[in-house]
Every structure is written in C-alpha cells, then in structure tokens.
C-alpha cells in the first residue's frame, strides 16, 4: 500500500457514539436469527471459508463484529448481505455455534422491509450469468423466499 492511498472502507477507524450504535438494530438482528450476535469472538473462520468473501466488501467476520457495535446503517449499505449466497460454509466453520448465514438473512430482511435493495434476478443480464459464481445466482433467488 502507497503512503498517499487508504485502507479499505471496513478498516477505516470507526467513531463510537450514542448516535452512531443502535441497540435495537442488534437486538432486531438478534430476533429475527434466533442467533446472539454478542458470541461471536471474531476468531475469522466465517471469512476465511466463505466462497464469495474475495466479491465482498466486508467479510462475514466484520459483520458480526458491526452488528455487535449497532452499526446499522454500515451494515445495510454494505453489498455484503446480498452477495452472501447462505451456503452455510460459514455457519459450519463457526467453533461458537452461530449460524451466520441466519444473522445474514435477518439483515437482507431488515434492509428489504426498510425498502433497500441492491439487485435482483431481473437485473442480471445473460452475459453476466455467465461470470457469476453458481452460488451467487441463487442467492439472489433466495433472497426472495425469506
């Protein structure tokens, strides 16, 4: 990395306020998974499984630790949660138990019912199809169904 560049976006520093971290959206996470997000040790074995983490922009690992900070608006801006194609590699990793691939599947609930959505099957062209991992495609199926 160059001096004059930047790191990632998901390793900037992070400023930690009562305006900046929702409770509730951790709580509402933690509802919707049946999961308890707070678990998580960030041990990394979620990323370092996930078949899609080189396409993310922030790994599952990072995730968790955002949803335990309340990083709401972080967490549902991310492409993340729609890249996620729930082959539960990370849930299956996981030495704590947690199934993340439910934590993600609450959070693409909660951006859709907030009216967020990144893409859908309508809007992959053939060629693109083509390019994309198997897993990809039917995560954005998925998404659909939950």
């Given at each position: 990395?160059?001096?004059?560049?930047l790191p990632p976006p998901e390793n900037l520093p992070m400023?930690?306020?009562?305006?900046?971290?929702?409770?509730?959206?951790?709580?509402?996470?933690?509802?919707?998974?049946?999961?308890?997000?707070?678990?998580?040790?960030?041990?990394?074995?979620?990323?370092?499984?996930?078949?899609?983490?080189?396409?993310?922009?922030?790994?599952?690992?990072?995730?968790?630790?955002?949803?335990?900070?309340?990083?709401?608006?972080t967490v549902l801006e991310s492409g993340t949660i729609w890249?996620?194609?729930?082959?539960?590699?990370?849930?299956?990793?996981?030495?704590?138990?947690?199934?993340?691939?439910?934590?993600?599947?609450?959070?693409?609930?909660?951006?859709?019912?907030?009216?967020?959505?990144?893409?859908?099957?309508?809007?992959?062209?053939?060629?693109?199809?083509?390019?994309?991992?198997?897993?990809?495609?039917?995560?954005?199926?998925?998404?659909?169904?939950?």
């Amino acid at each position: 990395m160059s001096k004059t560049s930047l790191p990632p976006p998901e390793n900037l520093p992070m400023r930690l306020t009562r305006d900046t971290v929702s409770e509730g959206f951790k709580k509402r996470v933690a509802e919707l998974s049946g999961q308890n997000p707070d678990s998580c040790y960030q041990c990394g074995n979620c990323s370092s499984g996930c078949p899609l983490a080189c396409e993310m922009n922030i790994l599952p690992s990072r995730m968790m630790r955002l949803v335990q900070l309340g990083q709401e608006e972080t967490v549902l801006e991310s492409g993340t949660i729609w890249i996620c194609a729930s082959c539960f590699q990370c849930t299956v990793r996981c030495p704590r138990g947690i199934d993340i691939q439910s934590v993600m599947d609450a959070l693409r609930q909660i951006a859709l019912d907030l009216g967020t959505d990144h893409f859908g099957p309508d809007q992959v062209t053939p060629e693109q199809a083509a390019t994309v991992p198997q897993p990809g495609l039917v995560s954005l199926y998925r998404k659909l169904s939950t």
